[in-house]
T-cell receptor, first 110, second 115 residues
Framework: EDQVTQSPEALRLQEGESSSLNCSYT??????LFWYRQDPGKGPEFLFT???AGEEKEKERLKATLTKKESFLHITAPKPEDSATYLC???????????FGKGTKLTVNP | ETGVTQTPRHLVMGMTNKKSLKCEQH?????MYWYKQSAKKPLELMFV???????ENNSVPSRFSPECPNSSHLFLHLHTLQPEDSALYLC??????????????FGSGTQLSVL
């Protein structure tokens, strides 16, 4: 069964305190791995897509990396406006469906 | 307006009511989706439409009935719902329904409470 597990469930950081979120997956035939950000009361907003092990993408304070079994979302010197729930999703070959994780709720305190 | 717009934002209904959720996308996309987001659970895909044709139905109970009259509009008709159907219902669109490069654009959702 295709599975996506995100950890931790929740993370509290002080402003400027760098950390990483994890997304591990067990799927048959990875086509792509997606990161989304979701603010309270809103729908998810696309951040990155990664396709192959070793690939990295960056956007402002965020950097996503991919290995054969997991992806990390590194947050460097976070600010309070980075507070959100970060969702990971994997696109599975064959059915092309997206399998989402439960998300990591990030809170950055000033 | 731009992006994906969903109405209403909040909905409270009794188990015997009939209501509809509406979604409109202004991105010129060819595919539209309904997702369900419950507390402590991953997003669950409900339906996929490609060029107004339903291409996927993920074992969703018949009390949920989708309708896609054109590539810009999507509805979810609700009837005789159960309290466990209370959740955030998200509409999304993408340029094409399948393929590894397809990112989804989501609306803000309808928060549904079934009493």
């Amino acid at each position: 069964e295709d599975q996506v597990t995100q950890s931790p469930e929740a993370l509290r950081l002080q402003e400027g305190e760098s950390s990483s979120l994890n997304c591990s997956y067990t799927v048959s035939g990875l086509r792509g791995l997606f990161w989304y950000r979701q603010d309270p009361g809103k729908g998810p907003e696309f951040l990155f897509t990664l396709y192959s092990a070793g690939e990295e993408k960056e956007k402002e304070r965020l950097k996503a990396t991919l290995t054969k079994k997991e992806s990390f979302l590194h947050i460097t010197a976070p600010k309070p406006e980075d507070s959100a729930t970060y969702l990971c999703a994997v696109q599975v070959g064959g059915s092309e469906k997206l399998v989402f994780g439960k998300g990591t709720k990030l809170t950055v305190n000033p | 307006e731009t992006g994906v717009t969903q109405t209403p934002r909040h909905l409270v209904m009794g188990m015997t009511n009939k209501k509809s959720l509406k979604c409109e996308q202004h991105l010129g996309h060819n595919a539209m989706y309904w997702y369900k987001q419950s507390a402590k659970k991953p997003l669950e895909l409900m339906f996929v439409y490609s060029l107004e044709e339903r291409v996927e139905n993920n074992s969703v109970p018949s009390r949920f009935s989708p309708e896609c009259p054109n590539s810009s509009h999507l509805f979810l008709h609700l009837h005789t719902l159960q309290p466990e159907d209370s959740a955030l219902y998200l509409c999304a669109s993408s340029q094409f329904p399948r393929g590894p490069r397809e990112k989804l654009f989501f609306g803000s959702g309808t928060q549904l409470s079934v009493l």
